[in-house]
């Protein structure tokens, strides 16, 4: 059973436009929410993270929205990067459980 | 200033070997995790240690053991390796269970 769900393997976005990731989860105990980004070869970085009792945390360019009623929460970056483009994780926080991921690709 | 690391970087195995990856922390974390990434899968949880003396399962434990040995260290064990264990494998430290941090990982084969 998984716990947290990204239904998109891959999204493509132009450098300048709006990216939004999506996740999905099941778990109601999780009480935090993050995305980590992971590049080729590396280990998982933080990006930014959301309590349950919020509904949008905002930093710089990344802002992540959330959903408690519908279960889901999106990460949205403005403007996209060509440097952004790597795997993001939406992870539930009681022990840090990963979803499958989503490559982003920001094209010129 | 290493944060977490992780060795070996990289293993070949023999199905029925046995290994230990180490991990080691020096930011002072209360828990710390064990992963395998594999293709399509994303990270999957194997085991974490919620504090020193402390574990417990993850989304995937069959086939491994650990061992939180000092607040600074957790192990993954592989008993007897099968191929399906063949996976890029990470480790993480997190304070309080959120911001975890992460090891450059290790890359597994059993042949």
């Known amino acids: 059973d998984q716990q947290v769900k990204q239904n998109s393997p891959s999204l493509s976005v132009q450098e300048g436009r709006i990216s939004i990731l999506n996740c999905d989860y099941t778990?109601?105990?999780?009480?935090?929410f993050l995305w980590y980004k992971k590049y080729p070869a590396e280990g998982p970085t933080f990006l930014i993270s959301?309590?349950?009792?919020?509904d949008k945390n905002e930093d710089g360019r990344f802002t992540v929205f959330l959903n408690k009623s519908a279960k889901h929460l999106s990460l949205h970056i403005v403007p996209s990067q060509p440097g952004d483009s790597a795997v993001y994780f939406c992870?539930?926080?009681?022990?840090?459980?990963f979803g499958t991921g989503t490559r982003l690709q920001v094209f010129p | 200033n290493a944060g977490v690391t992780q060795t070996p970087k990289f293993q070949v195995l023999k199905t029925g070997q046995s290994m230990t990856l180490q991990c080691a922390q020096d930011?002072?974390?209360?828990?710390m995790y064990w992963y395998r990434q594999d293709p399509g899968m994303g990270l999957r949880l194997i085991y974490y240690?919620?504090?020193?003396?402390?574990?417990d399962k993850g989304e995937v434990p069959n086939g491994y053991n650990v061992s939180r040995l000092n607040k600074r260290e957790f192990s993954l064990r592989l008993e007897s390796a099968a191929p399906s264990q063949t996976s890029v494998y990470f480790c993480?430290?997190?304070?309080?269970?959120?911001?975890?941090?992460f090891g450059q990982g290790t890359r597994l084969t059993v042949v």
């Open positions: 240690s919620a504090s020193e003396g402390t574990t």
């Open positions: 930011m002072n974390h209360n828990s």
């Open positions: 993480a430290s997190s304070y309080e269970g959120i911001e975890a941090f």
């Open positions: 959301i309590s349950s009792i919020k």
């Open positions: 992870v539930g926080a009681d022990k840090l459980i």
């Open positions: 778990n109601s105990m999780f009480d935090y």
